[in-house]
T-cell receptor, first 115, second 113 residues
Framework: DAKTTQPPSMDCAEGRAANLPCNHS???????VYWYRQIHSQGPQYIIH???NNETNEMASLIITEDRKSSTLILPHATLRDTAVYYC?????FGSGGSNYKLTFGKGTLLTVNP | NAGVTQTPKFQVLKTGQSMTLQCAQD?????MSWYRQDPGMGLRLIHY???????DQGEVPNGYNVSRSTTEDFPLRLLSAAPSQTSVYFC????FGRGYEQYFGPGTRLTVT
């Protein structure tokens, strides 16, 4: 399984962009990068995912380096409600035919958005 | 859609008791799974199912049983609770295949004394 490395914590001022890095140097060519977040005591929430192209949705942008060994999640205008633990996950395949996937959660990055 | 629902939200058990954590989804998702989360740790996969009648073990299956008789429901059974099973349990579901996000329930906080 490809492992990910994230800083344990980061701070961001409200209204500014939050840039959360993730290293995944052993990622395989067919593995996706997923980002989830977990607000205190709640279930994890999907944010975005990508394979090799940059992706954007209503929540965030995902920038993946050309060699795919690292990525950055960007929250363009962080709010206090974005304070959460952010998980960078490389999706692995297991089971027959590679058709089953699990999410391996590490410890993530605690993002604190300050007023 | 209600999404993924879990009951109960909180539960206290005594060592040796049994119970079932309920999980249901109304999105017609084929894939369902159970995770546990312990303080300061990430989520760990307990069991998963790729469809009705099909289940398999995850990373930490010992002490837990599951069944999947319908697409909607995926209960997790603790046969003989132990203090080491004190944790927060999350159920998740998704469509099959690559690129599909998983939806998580609100969790069940279980304490075993």
């Amino acid at each position: 399984d490809a492992k990910t490395t994230q800083p344990p914590s980061m701070d961001c001022a409200e209204g500014r962009a939050a840039n959360l890095p993730c290293n995944h140097s052993t990622i395989s060519g067919n593995e996706y990068v997923y980002w989830y977040r977990q607000i205190h005591s709640q279930g994890p929430q999907y944010i975005i995912h990508g394979l090799k192209n940059n992706e954007t949705n209503e929540m965030a942008s995902l920038i993946i380096t050309e060699d795919r060994k690292s990525s950055t999640l960007i929250l363009p205008h962080a709010t206090l409600r974005d304070t959460a633990v952010y998980y960078c996950i490389v999706r692995v395949a297991f089971g027959s035919g590679g058709s089953n996937y699990k999410l391996t959660f590490g410890k993530g990055t605690l993002l604190t958005v300050n007023p | 859609n209600a999404g993924v629902t879990q009951t109960p939200k909180f539960q206290v058990l005594k060592t040796g008791q049994s119970m079932t954590l309920q999980c249901a989804q109304d999105m017609n998702h084929e894939y369902m799974s159970w995770y546990r989360q312990d303080p300061g740790m990430g989520l760990r996969l307990i069991h998963y199912s790729v469809g009705a009648g099909i289940t398999d073990q995850g990373e930490v299956p010992n002490g837990y049983n599951v069944s999947r008789s319908t697409t909607e429901d995926f209960p997790l059974r603790l046969l003989s609770a132990a203090p080491s099973q004190t944790s927060v349990y999350f159920c998740a579901s998704s469509y099959f295949g690559r690129g599909y996000e998983q939806y998580f329930g609100p969790g069940t906080r279980l304490t075993v004394t």
